[in-house]
Nanobody, 128 residues
């Protein structure tokens, strides 16, 4: 059984940083495409960032400026991380990690329906 457990959320002020972690159990992380999604109240779920299986190529959603968030994968710990810097109030959302064994096109990484496994999420609140 694939399980994803996210942690690391919290409340910070604008400009602060948080590091989210997603511990994966039941599968080998490196064999799966895995990423972070977020949903703010009243909005659609959107991709923050993801890593493909194998070579670890990364993708970032259009709502996050390059360099502000960094995704990484720790195969030894079977954990996915998201370092979030210079946080803004618009980053306030519930953040979910999601994984899938078979994502084959770049466009599919940006589709939530392509991911079969989802964690419960962790809440991030950024105050101004």
């Amino acid at each position: 059984e694939v399980q994803l457990q996210a942690s690391g959320g919290g409340s910070v002020q604008t400009g602060g940083s948080l590091r989210l972690s997603c511990r994966v159990s039941g599968v080998t992380l490196d064999d799966y495409a895995i990423g972070w999604w977020r949903r703010a109240p009243g909005t659609e779920r959107e991709l923050v960032s993801c890593i493909n299986a194998g070579d670890g190529e990364t993708y970032y959603g259009g709502s996050v400026e390059p360099g502000r968030f960094t995704i990484s994968r720790d195969g030894a710990e079977n954990t996915l991380n998201l370092q979030m810097n210079t946080l803004k109030p618009e980053d306030t959302a519930r953040y979910y990690c999601a994984a899938d064994y078979a994502i084959y096109t770049t466009a599919s990484y940006f589709r939530s329906a392509a991911y079969d496994y989802w964690g419960q999420g962790t809440e991030v609140t950024v105050s101004s």
